[in-house]
């Protein structure tokens, strides 16, 4: 027998070998692009002929975990060329990357792609779409300008409300179920001159990401859909310029490396003058926006950064000497980023966001103005625990201050007395746990966790109904009416109207057939706690978000989904397909002849439904060679049911289900760029949508003279199809790499076989003929364009 002695030492020298074999080390930094120092969000960085990796966070930061040992570090980015690194892991170990685009020619590059691709494979996540900026700018677009709203609405499961309408519909929900942020900042109204402009100015914009189900459990607030969109950083290598001249607007941006190197900033402006030419021709109305994108940041050193960024954005209209309009939003972002060790990275956010609409009556000597204002305060932390684990958790507050309308007379001899609706305010804080882990070499699963609080806060007189009852049926008329008003209670702001509380769980998994394709399954229960205020079909100027309370309860989304993904043809192709079914539950709608401009009590023209949408999406894509595109087809189903529920009644249609107004059964987008040569760049898409659905009369009667329209069922009908294509052509005439100056002529043609789609159709009686007769109004025919894009 071995001395005990002897044995001790034997086993402390076994167990120092189990231990020294196991030991394992983190390897972590930033990617950034070499050319201006932008750090790139989604690029894979992994070890090669191992299992592990990960992808850089929205800051361009990673960390791996592994055992000892001698690797090659692979770090790969769509559009990049791949670049190996040689490394001698034996400690905790921190490496930065930048890396080129694809085109530049580097003797250190190793082109290797397949890791990379695998790893896209491998994730649980899905039901995003992620664009570059490049491809979105190689789309035509109506006016020639480039338009991120436009662009995701050619992706499967995502259409828009209507032509020339600025929100858009995801997987049957409707514009306000979709947060958009930028730069982590709420932006409520995506639109310039009614839509036929987005926010979003390309030369300001670095990342665009979609998520359509799945939604990270980081994100609440929404029950459809989110809308990521970050801004540049700003070239931290040189001073830039970008611009374009186009026919009715132009833009300017000016980037450059600020604080000795330590920092870099980003101003864009952009602005329309369109109104300039229809005043000089004698028009009195007249339409344009401006906007301004402002962005810099700061090392303070090698484990923390702060960024402050801002938008500020305005549209202004001019109908005559009588009446104005404006609308615009601001928001800005205050960050710091911490990273506590090679596998703890922390961000912190101070966030504002505002948008209001004035309107300005001068033959009346009076305004109305409408606003939403909200201080946001998030705190998010990721923990690289190892190879196969991420733990992400964080939290925040939302503070909301919601001012319906008011009325000011503008001026002493008005006859309009002031008013102003009734302010309201609300809490909205969530915390949140989210963890990746990967269970098997082909299986892996994200588990999440959010619970939000909603808090609505007092400052306000709340109405009291007979019975409680806001809204009844009217038998003897057959029409809903206001409830009996029996008083009311007054809140004081230190008082809460309501509350609400809900957990919201996230799961998806991926299982990996090989190592081009995998199955996917995701679920997720979301919550949405204030609601758009609109019977129109598309998001405009007017509409007014409200909070949650008393009458209005909490938008529940419960969202399943499962696909399969694959890449062949040595990645130059991949194929998804994914299916879906969502329900939301106290989706309101509203009865026939809501009155919602200037409604203190929008309880008195509401009804509590549901709403129910499913469907398959293919997306083909080609993404590498001179001609890359993608194919997306969507067949979908979106419906609502609005019973009476206590108000008595048969609610909407009966009680029961009818067409959702963002309804598209088919949906199909192709779009296609081919590289001819270095000079010459083409574009083009291909459209079909089924018309949307809409209300139609069926009949009329006589009353005193009068011919009144008897209206069929809610959304019975439909438009007719929707249907176009566009093409495009880039010309750059010296492709020069030693000058600074660079400039490209873009010539497109939006709708080119000048197809009139119906925006709408309205009834009515011909004055002279008497005869009644329908009229449809189309937004656009053909459109074509030019414009010219520098840099310097």
Same mark, same amino acid.
């Given at each position: 027998?071995?001395?005990?002695?002897?044995?001790?030492?034997?086993?402390?020298?076994?167990?120092?070998?189990?231990?020294?074999?196991?030991?394992?080390?983190?390897?972590?930094?930033?990617?950034?692009?070499?050319?201006?120092?932008?750090?790139?969000?989604?690029?894979?960085?992994?070890?090669?002929?191992?299992?592990?990796?990960?992808?850089?966070?929205?800051?361009?930061?990673?960390?791996?975990?592994?055992?000892?040992?001698?690797?090659?570090?692979?770090?790969?980015?769509?559009?990049?060329? @791949?670049?190996?690194?040689?490394?001698?892991?034996?400690?905790?170990?921190?490496?930065?990357?930048?890396?080129?685009?694809?085109? +530049?020619?580097?003797?250190?590059?190793?082109?290797?792609?397949?890791?990379?691709? %695998?790893?896209?494979? =491998?994730?649980?996540?899905?039901?995003?779409?992620?664009?570059?900026?490049?491809?979105?700018?190689?789309?035509?677009?109506?006016?020639?300008?480039?338009?991120?709203?436009?662009?995701?609405?050619?992706?499967?499961?995502?259409?828009?409300?209507?032509?020339?309408?600025?929100?858009?519909?995801?997987?049957?929900?409707?514009?306000?179920?979709?947060?958009?942020?930028?730069?982590?900042? &709420?932006?409520?109204?995506?639109?310039?001159?009614?839509?036929?402009?987005?926010?979003?100015?390309?030369?300001?914009?670095?990342?665009?990401?979609?998520?359509?189900?799945?939604?990270?459990?980081?994100?609440?607030?929404?029950?459809?859909? /989110?809308?990521?969109?970050?801004?540049?950083?700003?070239?931290?290598?040189?001073?830039?310029?970008?611009?374009?001249?186009?026919?009715?607007?132009?833009?300017?941006?000016?980037?450059?490396?600020?604080?000795?190197?330590?920092?870099?900033?980003?101003?864009?402006?952009?602005?329309?003058?369109?109104?300039?030419?229809?005043?000089?021709?004698?028009?009195?109305?007249?339409?344009?926006?401006?906007?301004?994108?402002?962005?810099?940041?700061?090392?303070?050193?090698?484990?923390?950064?702060?960024?402050?960024?801002?938008?500020?954005?305005?549209?202004?209209?001019?109908?005559?000497?009588?009446?104005?309009?404006?609308?615009?939003? +601001?928001?800005?972002?205050?960050?710091?980023?911490?990273?506590?060790?090679?596998?703890?990275?922390?961000?912190?956010?101070?966030?504002?966001?505002?948008?209001?609409?004035?309107?300005?009556?001068?033959?009346?000597?009076?305004?109305?103005?409408?606003?939403? +204002?909200?201080?946001?305060?998030?705190?998010?932390?990721?923990?690289?625990?190892?190879?196969?684990?991420?733990?992400?958790?964080?939290?925040?507050?939302?503070?909301?201050?919601?001012?319906?309308?008011?009325?000011?007379?503008?001026?002493?001899?008005?006859?309009?007395?002031?008013?102003?609706?009734?302010?309201?305010?609300?809490?909205?804080?969530?915390?949140?746990?989210?963890?990746?882990?990967?269970?098997?070499?082909?299986?892996?699963?994200?588990?999440?966790? %959010?619970?939000?609080?909603?808090?609505?806060?007092?400052?306000?007189?709340?109405?009291?109904?007979?019975?409680?009852?806001?809204? /009844?049926?009217?038998?003897?008329?057959?029409?809903?009416?206001?409830?009996?008003?029996?008083?009311?209670?007054?809140?004081? =702001?230190?008082?809460?109207?309501?509350?609400?509380?809900?957990?919201?769980?996230?799961?998806?998994?991926?299982?990996?057939?090989?190592?081009?394709?995998?199955?996917?399954?995701?679920?997720?229960?979301?919550?949405?706690?204030?609601?758009?205020?609109?019977?129109?079909?598309?998001?405009?100027?007017?509409?007014?978000?409200?909070?949650?309370?008393?009458?209005?309860?909490?938008?529940?989304?419960?969202?399943?989904? &499962?696909?399969?993904?694959?890449?062949?043809?040595?990645?130059?192709?991949?194929?998804?397909?994914?299916?879906?079914? =969502?329900?939301?539950?106290?989706?309101?709608?509203?009865?026939?002849?809501?009155?919602? &401009?200037?409604?203190?009590?929008?309880?008195?023209?509401?009804?509590?439904?549901?709403?129910?949408?499913?469907?398959?999406?293919?997306?083909?894509?080609?993404?590498?060679?001179?001609?890359?595109?993608?194919?997306?087809?969507?067949?979908?189903?979106?419906?609502?049911? @609005?019973?009476?529920?206590?108000?008595?009644?048969?609610?909407?249609?009966?009680?029961?289900?009818?067409?959702?107004?963002?309804?598209?059964?088919?949906?199909?987008? &192709?779009?296609?760029?081919?590289?001819?040569?270095?000079?010459?760049?083409?574009?083009?898409?291909?459209?079909?949508?089924?018309?949307?659905?809409?209300?139609?009369?069926?009949?009329?009667?006589?009353?005193?003279?009068?011919?009144?329209?008897?209206?069929?069922?809610?959304?019975?009908?439909?438009?007719?199809?929707?249907?176009?294509?566009?093409?495009?052509?880039?010309?750059?005439?010296?492709?020069?790499?030693?000058?600074?100056?660079?400039?490209?002529?873009?010539?497109?043609?939006?709708?080119?076989?000048?197809? %009139?789609?119906?925006?709408?159709?309205?009834?009515?009686?011909?004055?002279?003929?008497?005869?009644?007769?329908?009229?449809?109004?189309?937004?656009?025919?053909?459109?074509?364009?030019?414009?010219?894009?520098?840099?310097?």
């Amino acid at each position: 027998m071995m001395h005990p002695k002897l044995l001790c030492v034997s086993l402390l020298l076994l167990l120092s070998v189990v231990v020294t074999a196991q030991e394992k080390f983190a390897i972590s930094g930033t990617v950034t692009d070499a050319s201006n120092g932008e750090t790139l969000f989604g690029a894979s960085v992994f070890l090669e002929g191992t299992t592990s990796g990960a992808i850089t966070n929205e800051y361009g930061f990673y960390s791996i975990t592994a055992e000892a040992g001698d690797y090659n570090l692979i770090v790969s980015y769509v559009g990049y060329a @791949t670049v190996s690194k040689k490394i001698s892991l034996n400690s905790n170990q921190k490496i930065d990357f930048e890396i080129s685009e694809a085109s +530049t020619e580097l003797d250190e590059v190793l082109v290797i792609a397949e890791e990379s691709e %695998r790893l896209n494979i =491998k994730s649980p996540q899905m039901s995003v779409s992620k664009l570059k900026l490049e491809t979105i700018k190689n789309m035509p677009v109506v006016l020639g300008e480039v338009d991120i709203i436009k662009s995701i609405q050619l992706l499967p499961g995502v259409t828009s409300g209507a032509e020339g309408s600025a929100g858009f519909n995801v997987r049957g929900g409707a514009a306000d179920q979709n947060l958009v942020l930028l730069d982590e900042a &709420i932006i409520y109204n995506t639109s310039h001159l009614f839509g036929f402009f987005s926010v979003f100015n390309a030369d300001a914009i670095k990342d665009v990401k979609l998520y359509k189900g799945g939604i990270p459990a980081r994100f609440g607030g929404r029950v459809s859909s /989110v809308l990521d969109v970050r801004q540049k950083d700003g070239n931290s290598k040189n001073f830039e310029l970008n611009g374009g001249i186009g026919l009715i607007s132009s833009r300017l941006s000016a980037e450059g490396p600020l604080f000795n190197d330590k920092g870099s900033f980003l101003v864009a402006g952009r602005g329309s003058y369109a109104h300039l030419f229809l005043q000089a021709s004698g028009e009195e109305n007249a339409a344009y926006f401006y906007d301004l994108n402002l962005k810099t940041n700061y090392n303070i050193d090698k484990n923390n950064k702060l960024y402050l960024s801002g938008y500020f954005g305005r549209d202004e209209f001019n109908f005559g000497a009588n009446f104005n309009s404006g609308y615009g939003n +601001t928001s800005g972002n205050l960050r710091w980023n911490h990273i506590f060790s090679d596998r703890v990275f922390s961000n912190l956010s101070f966030i504002y966001s505002d948008y209001d609409y004035v309107l300005d009556f001068k033959s009346f000597d009076f305004d109305w103005i409408s606003e939403i +204002t909200n201080y946001n305060i998030k705190y998010d932390l990721s923990y690289y625990q190892s190879d196969r684990l991420q733990l992400d958790f964080g939290l925040n507050a939302i503070y909301y201050d919601f001012n319906p309308g008011e009325i000011n007379p503008t001026s002493p001899n008005s006859s309009i007395n002031p008013l102003v609706l009734d302010q309201k305010r609300a809490f909205e804080n969530g915390l949140y746990a989210s963890a990746e882990y990967e269970v098997s070499d082909k299986l892996t699963a994200t588990i999440g966790l %959010r619970y939000s609080y909603f808090i609505r806060n007092g400052g306000q007189p709340i109405t009291e109904y007979e019975n409680g009852l806001p809204i /009844v049926y009217n038998e003897t008329l057959g029409v809903y009416e206001e409830g009996n008003a029996i008083g009311e209670t007054n809140y004081a =702001k230190s008082e809460t109207i309501k509350t609400y509380g809900n957990l919201e769980p996230r799961l998806a998994l991926a299982y990996q057939l090989n190592e081009n394709s995998s199955i996917k399954a995701g679920y997720s229960h979301t919550a949405q706690y204030i609601h758009l205020l609109s019977n129109t079909l598309s998001v405009t100027p007017l509409d007014v978000w409200t909070p949650s309370g008393s009458f209005i309860k909490p938008q529940l989304s419960d969202q399943y989904a &499962i696909g399969y993904f694959k890449n062949f043809k040595n990645k130059s192709y991949s194929l998804e397909i994914e299916t879906y079914y =969502k329900t939301v539950a106290n989706r309101i709608d509203y009865v026939d002849g809501s009155d919602l &401009i200037g409604q203190n009590t929008i309880e008195t023209e509401i009804l509590n439904g549901e709403l129910r949408a499913y469907g398959l999406e293919f997306l083909f894509r080609k993404a590498k060679g001179d001609f890359t595109g993608w194919l997306a087809y969507t067949i979908s189903k979106a419906e609502q049911r @609005t019973p009476g529920g206590a108000a008595g009644g048969p609610g909407i249609n009966n009680g029961n289900w009818y067409y959702a107004p963002h309804d598209r059964t088919h949906d199909l987008s &192709i779009t296609g760029s081919y590289k001819l040569n270095d000079k010459w760049n083409f574009g083009a898409n291909v459209i079909y949508q089924t018309g949307r659905p809409v209300t139609y009369p069926d009949g009329q009667y006589t009353y005193e003279g009068l011919n009144i329209a008897n209206f069929s069922d809610r959304n019975a009908s439909r438009l007719t199809d929707y249907h176009r294509i566009d093409v495009s052509a880039t010309y750059v005439p010296n492709r020069k790499p030693e000058k600074r100056w660079k400039g490209e002529w873009v010539f497109g043609i939006y709708n080119i076989y000048n197809r %009139r789609n119906a925006a709408s159709i309205s009834f009515g009686q011909n004055r002279e003929t008497g005869a009644n007769e329908a009229t449809r109004t189309a937004i656009f025919g053909i459109v074509p364009s030019v414009s010219y894009n520098f840099k310097f």
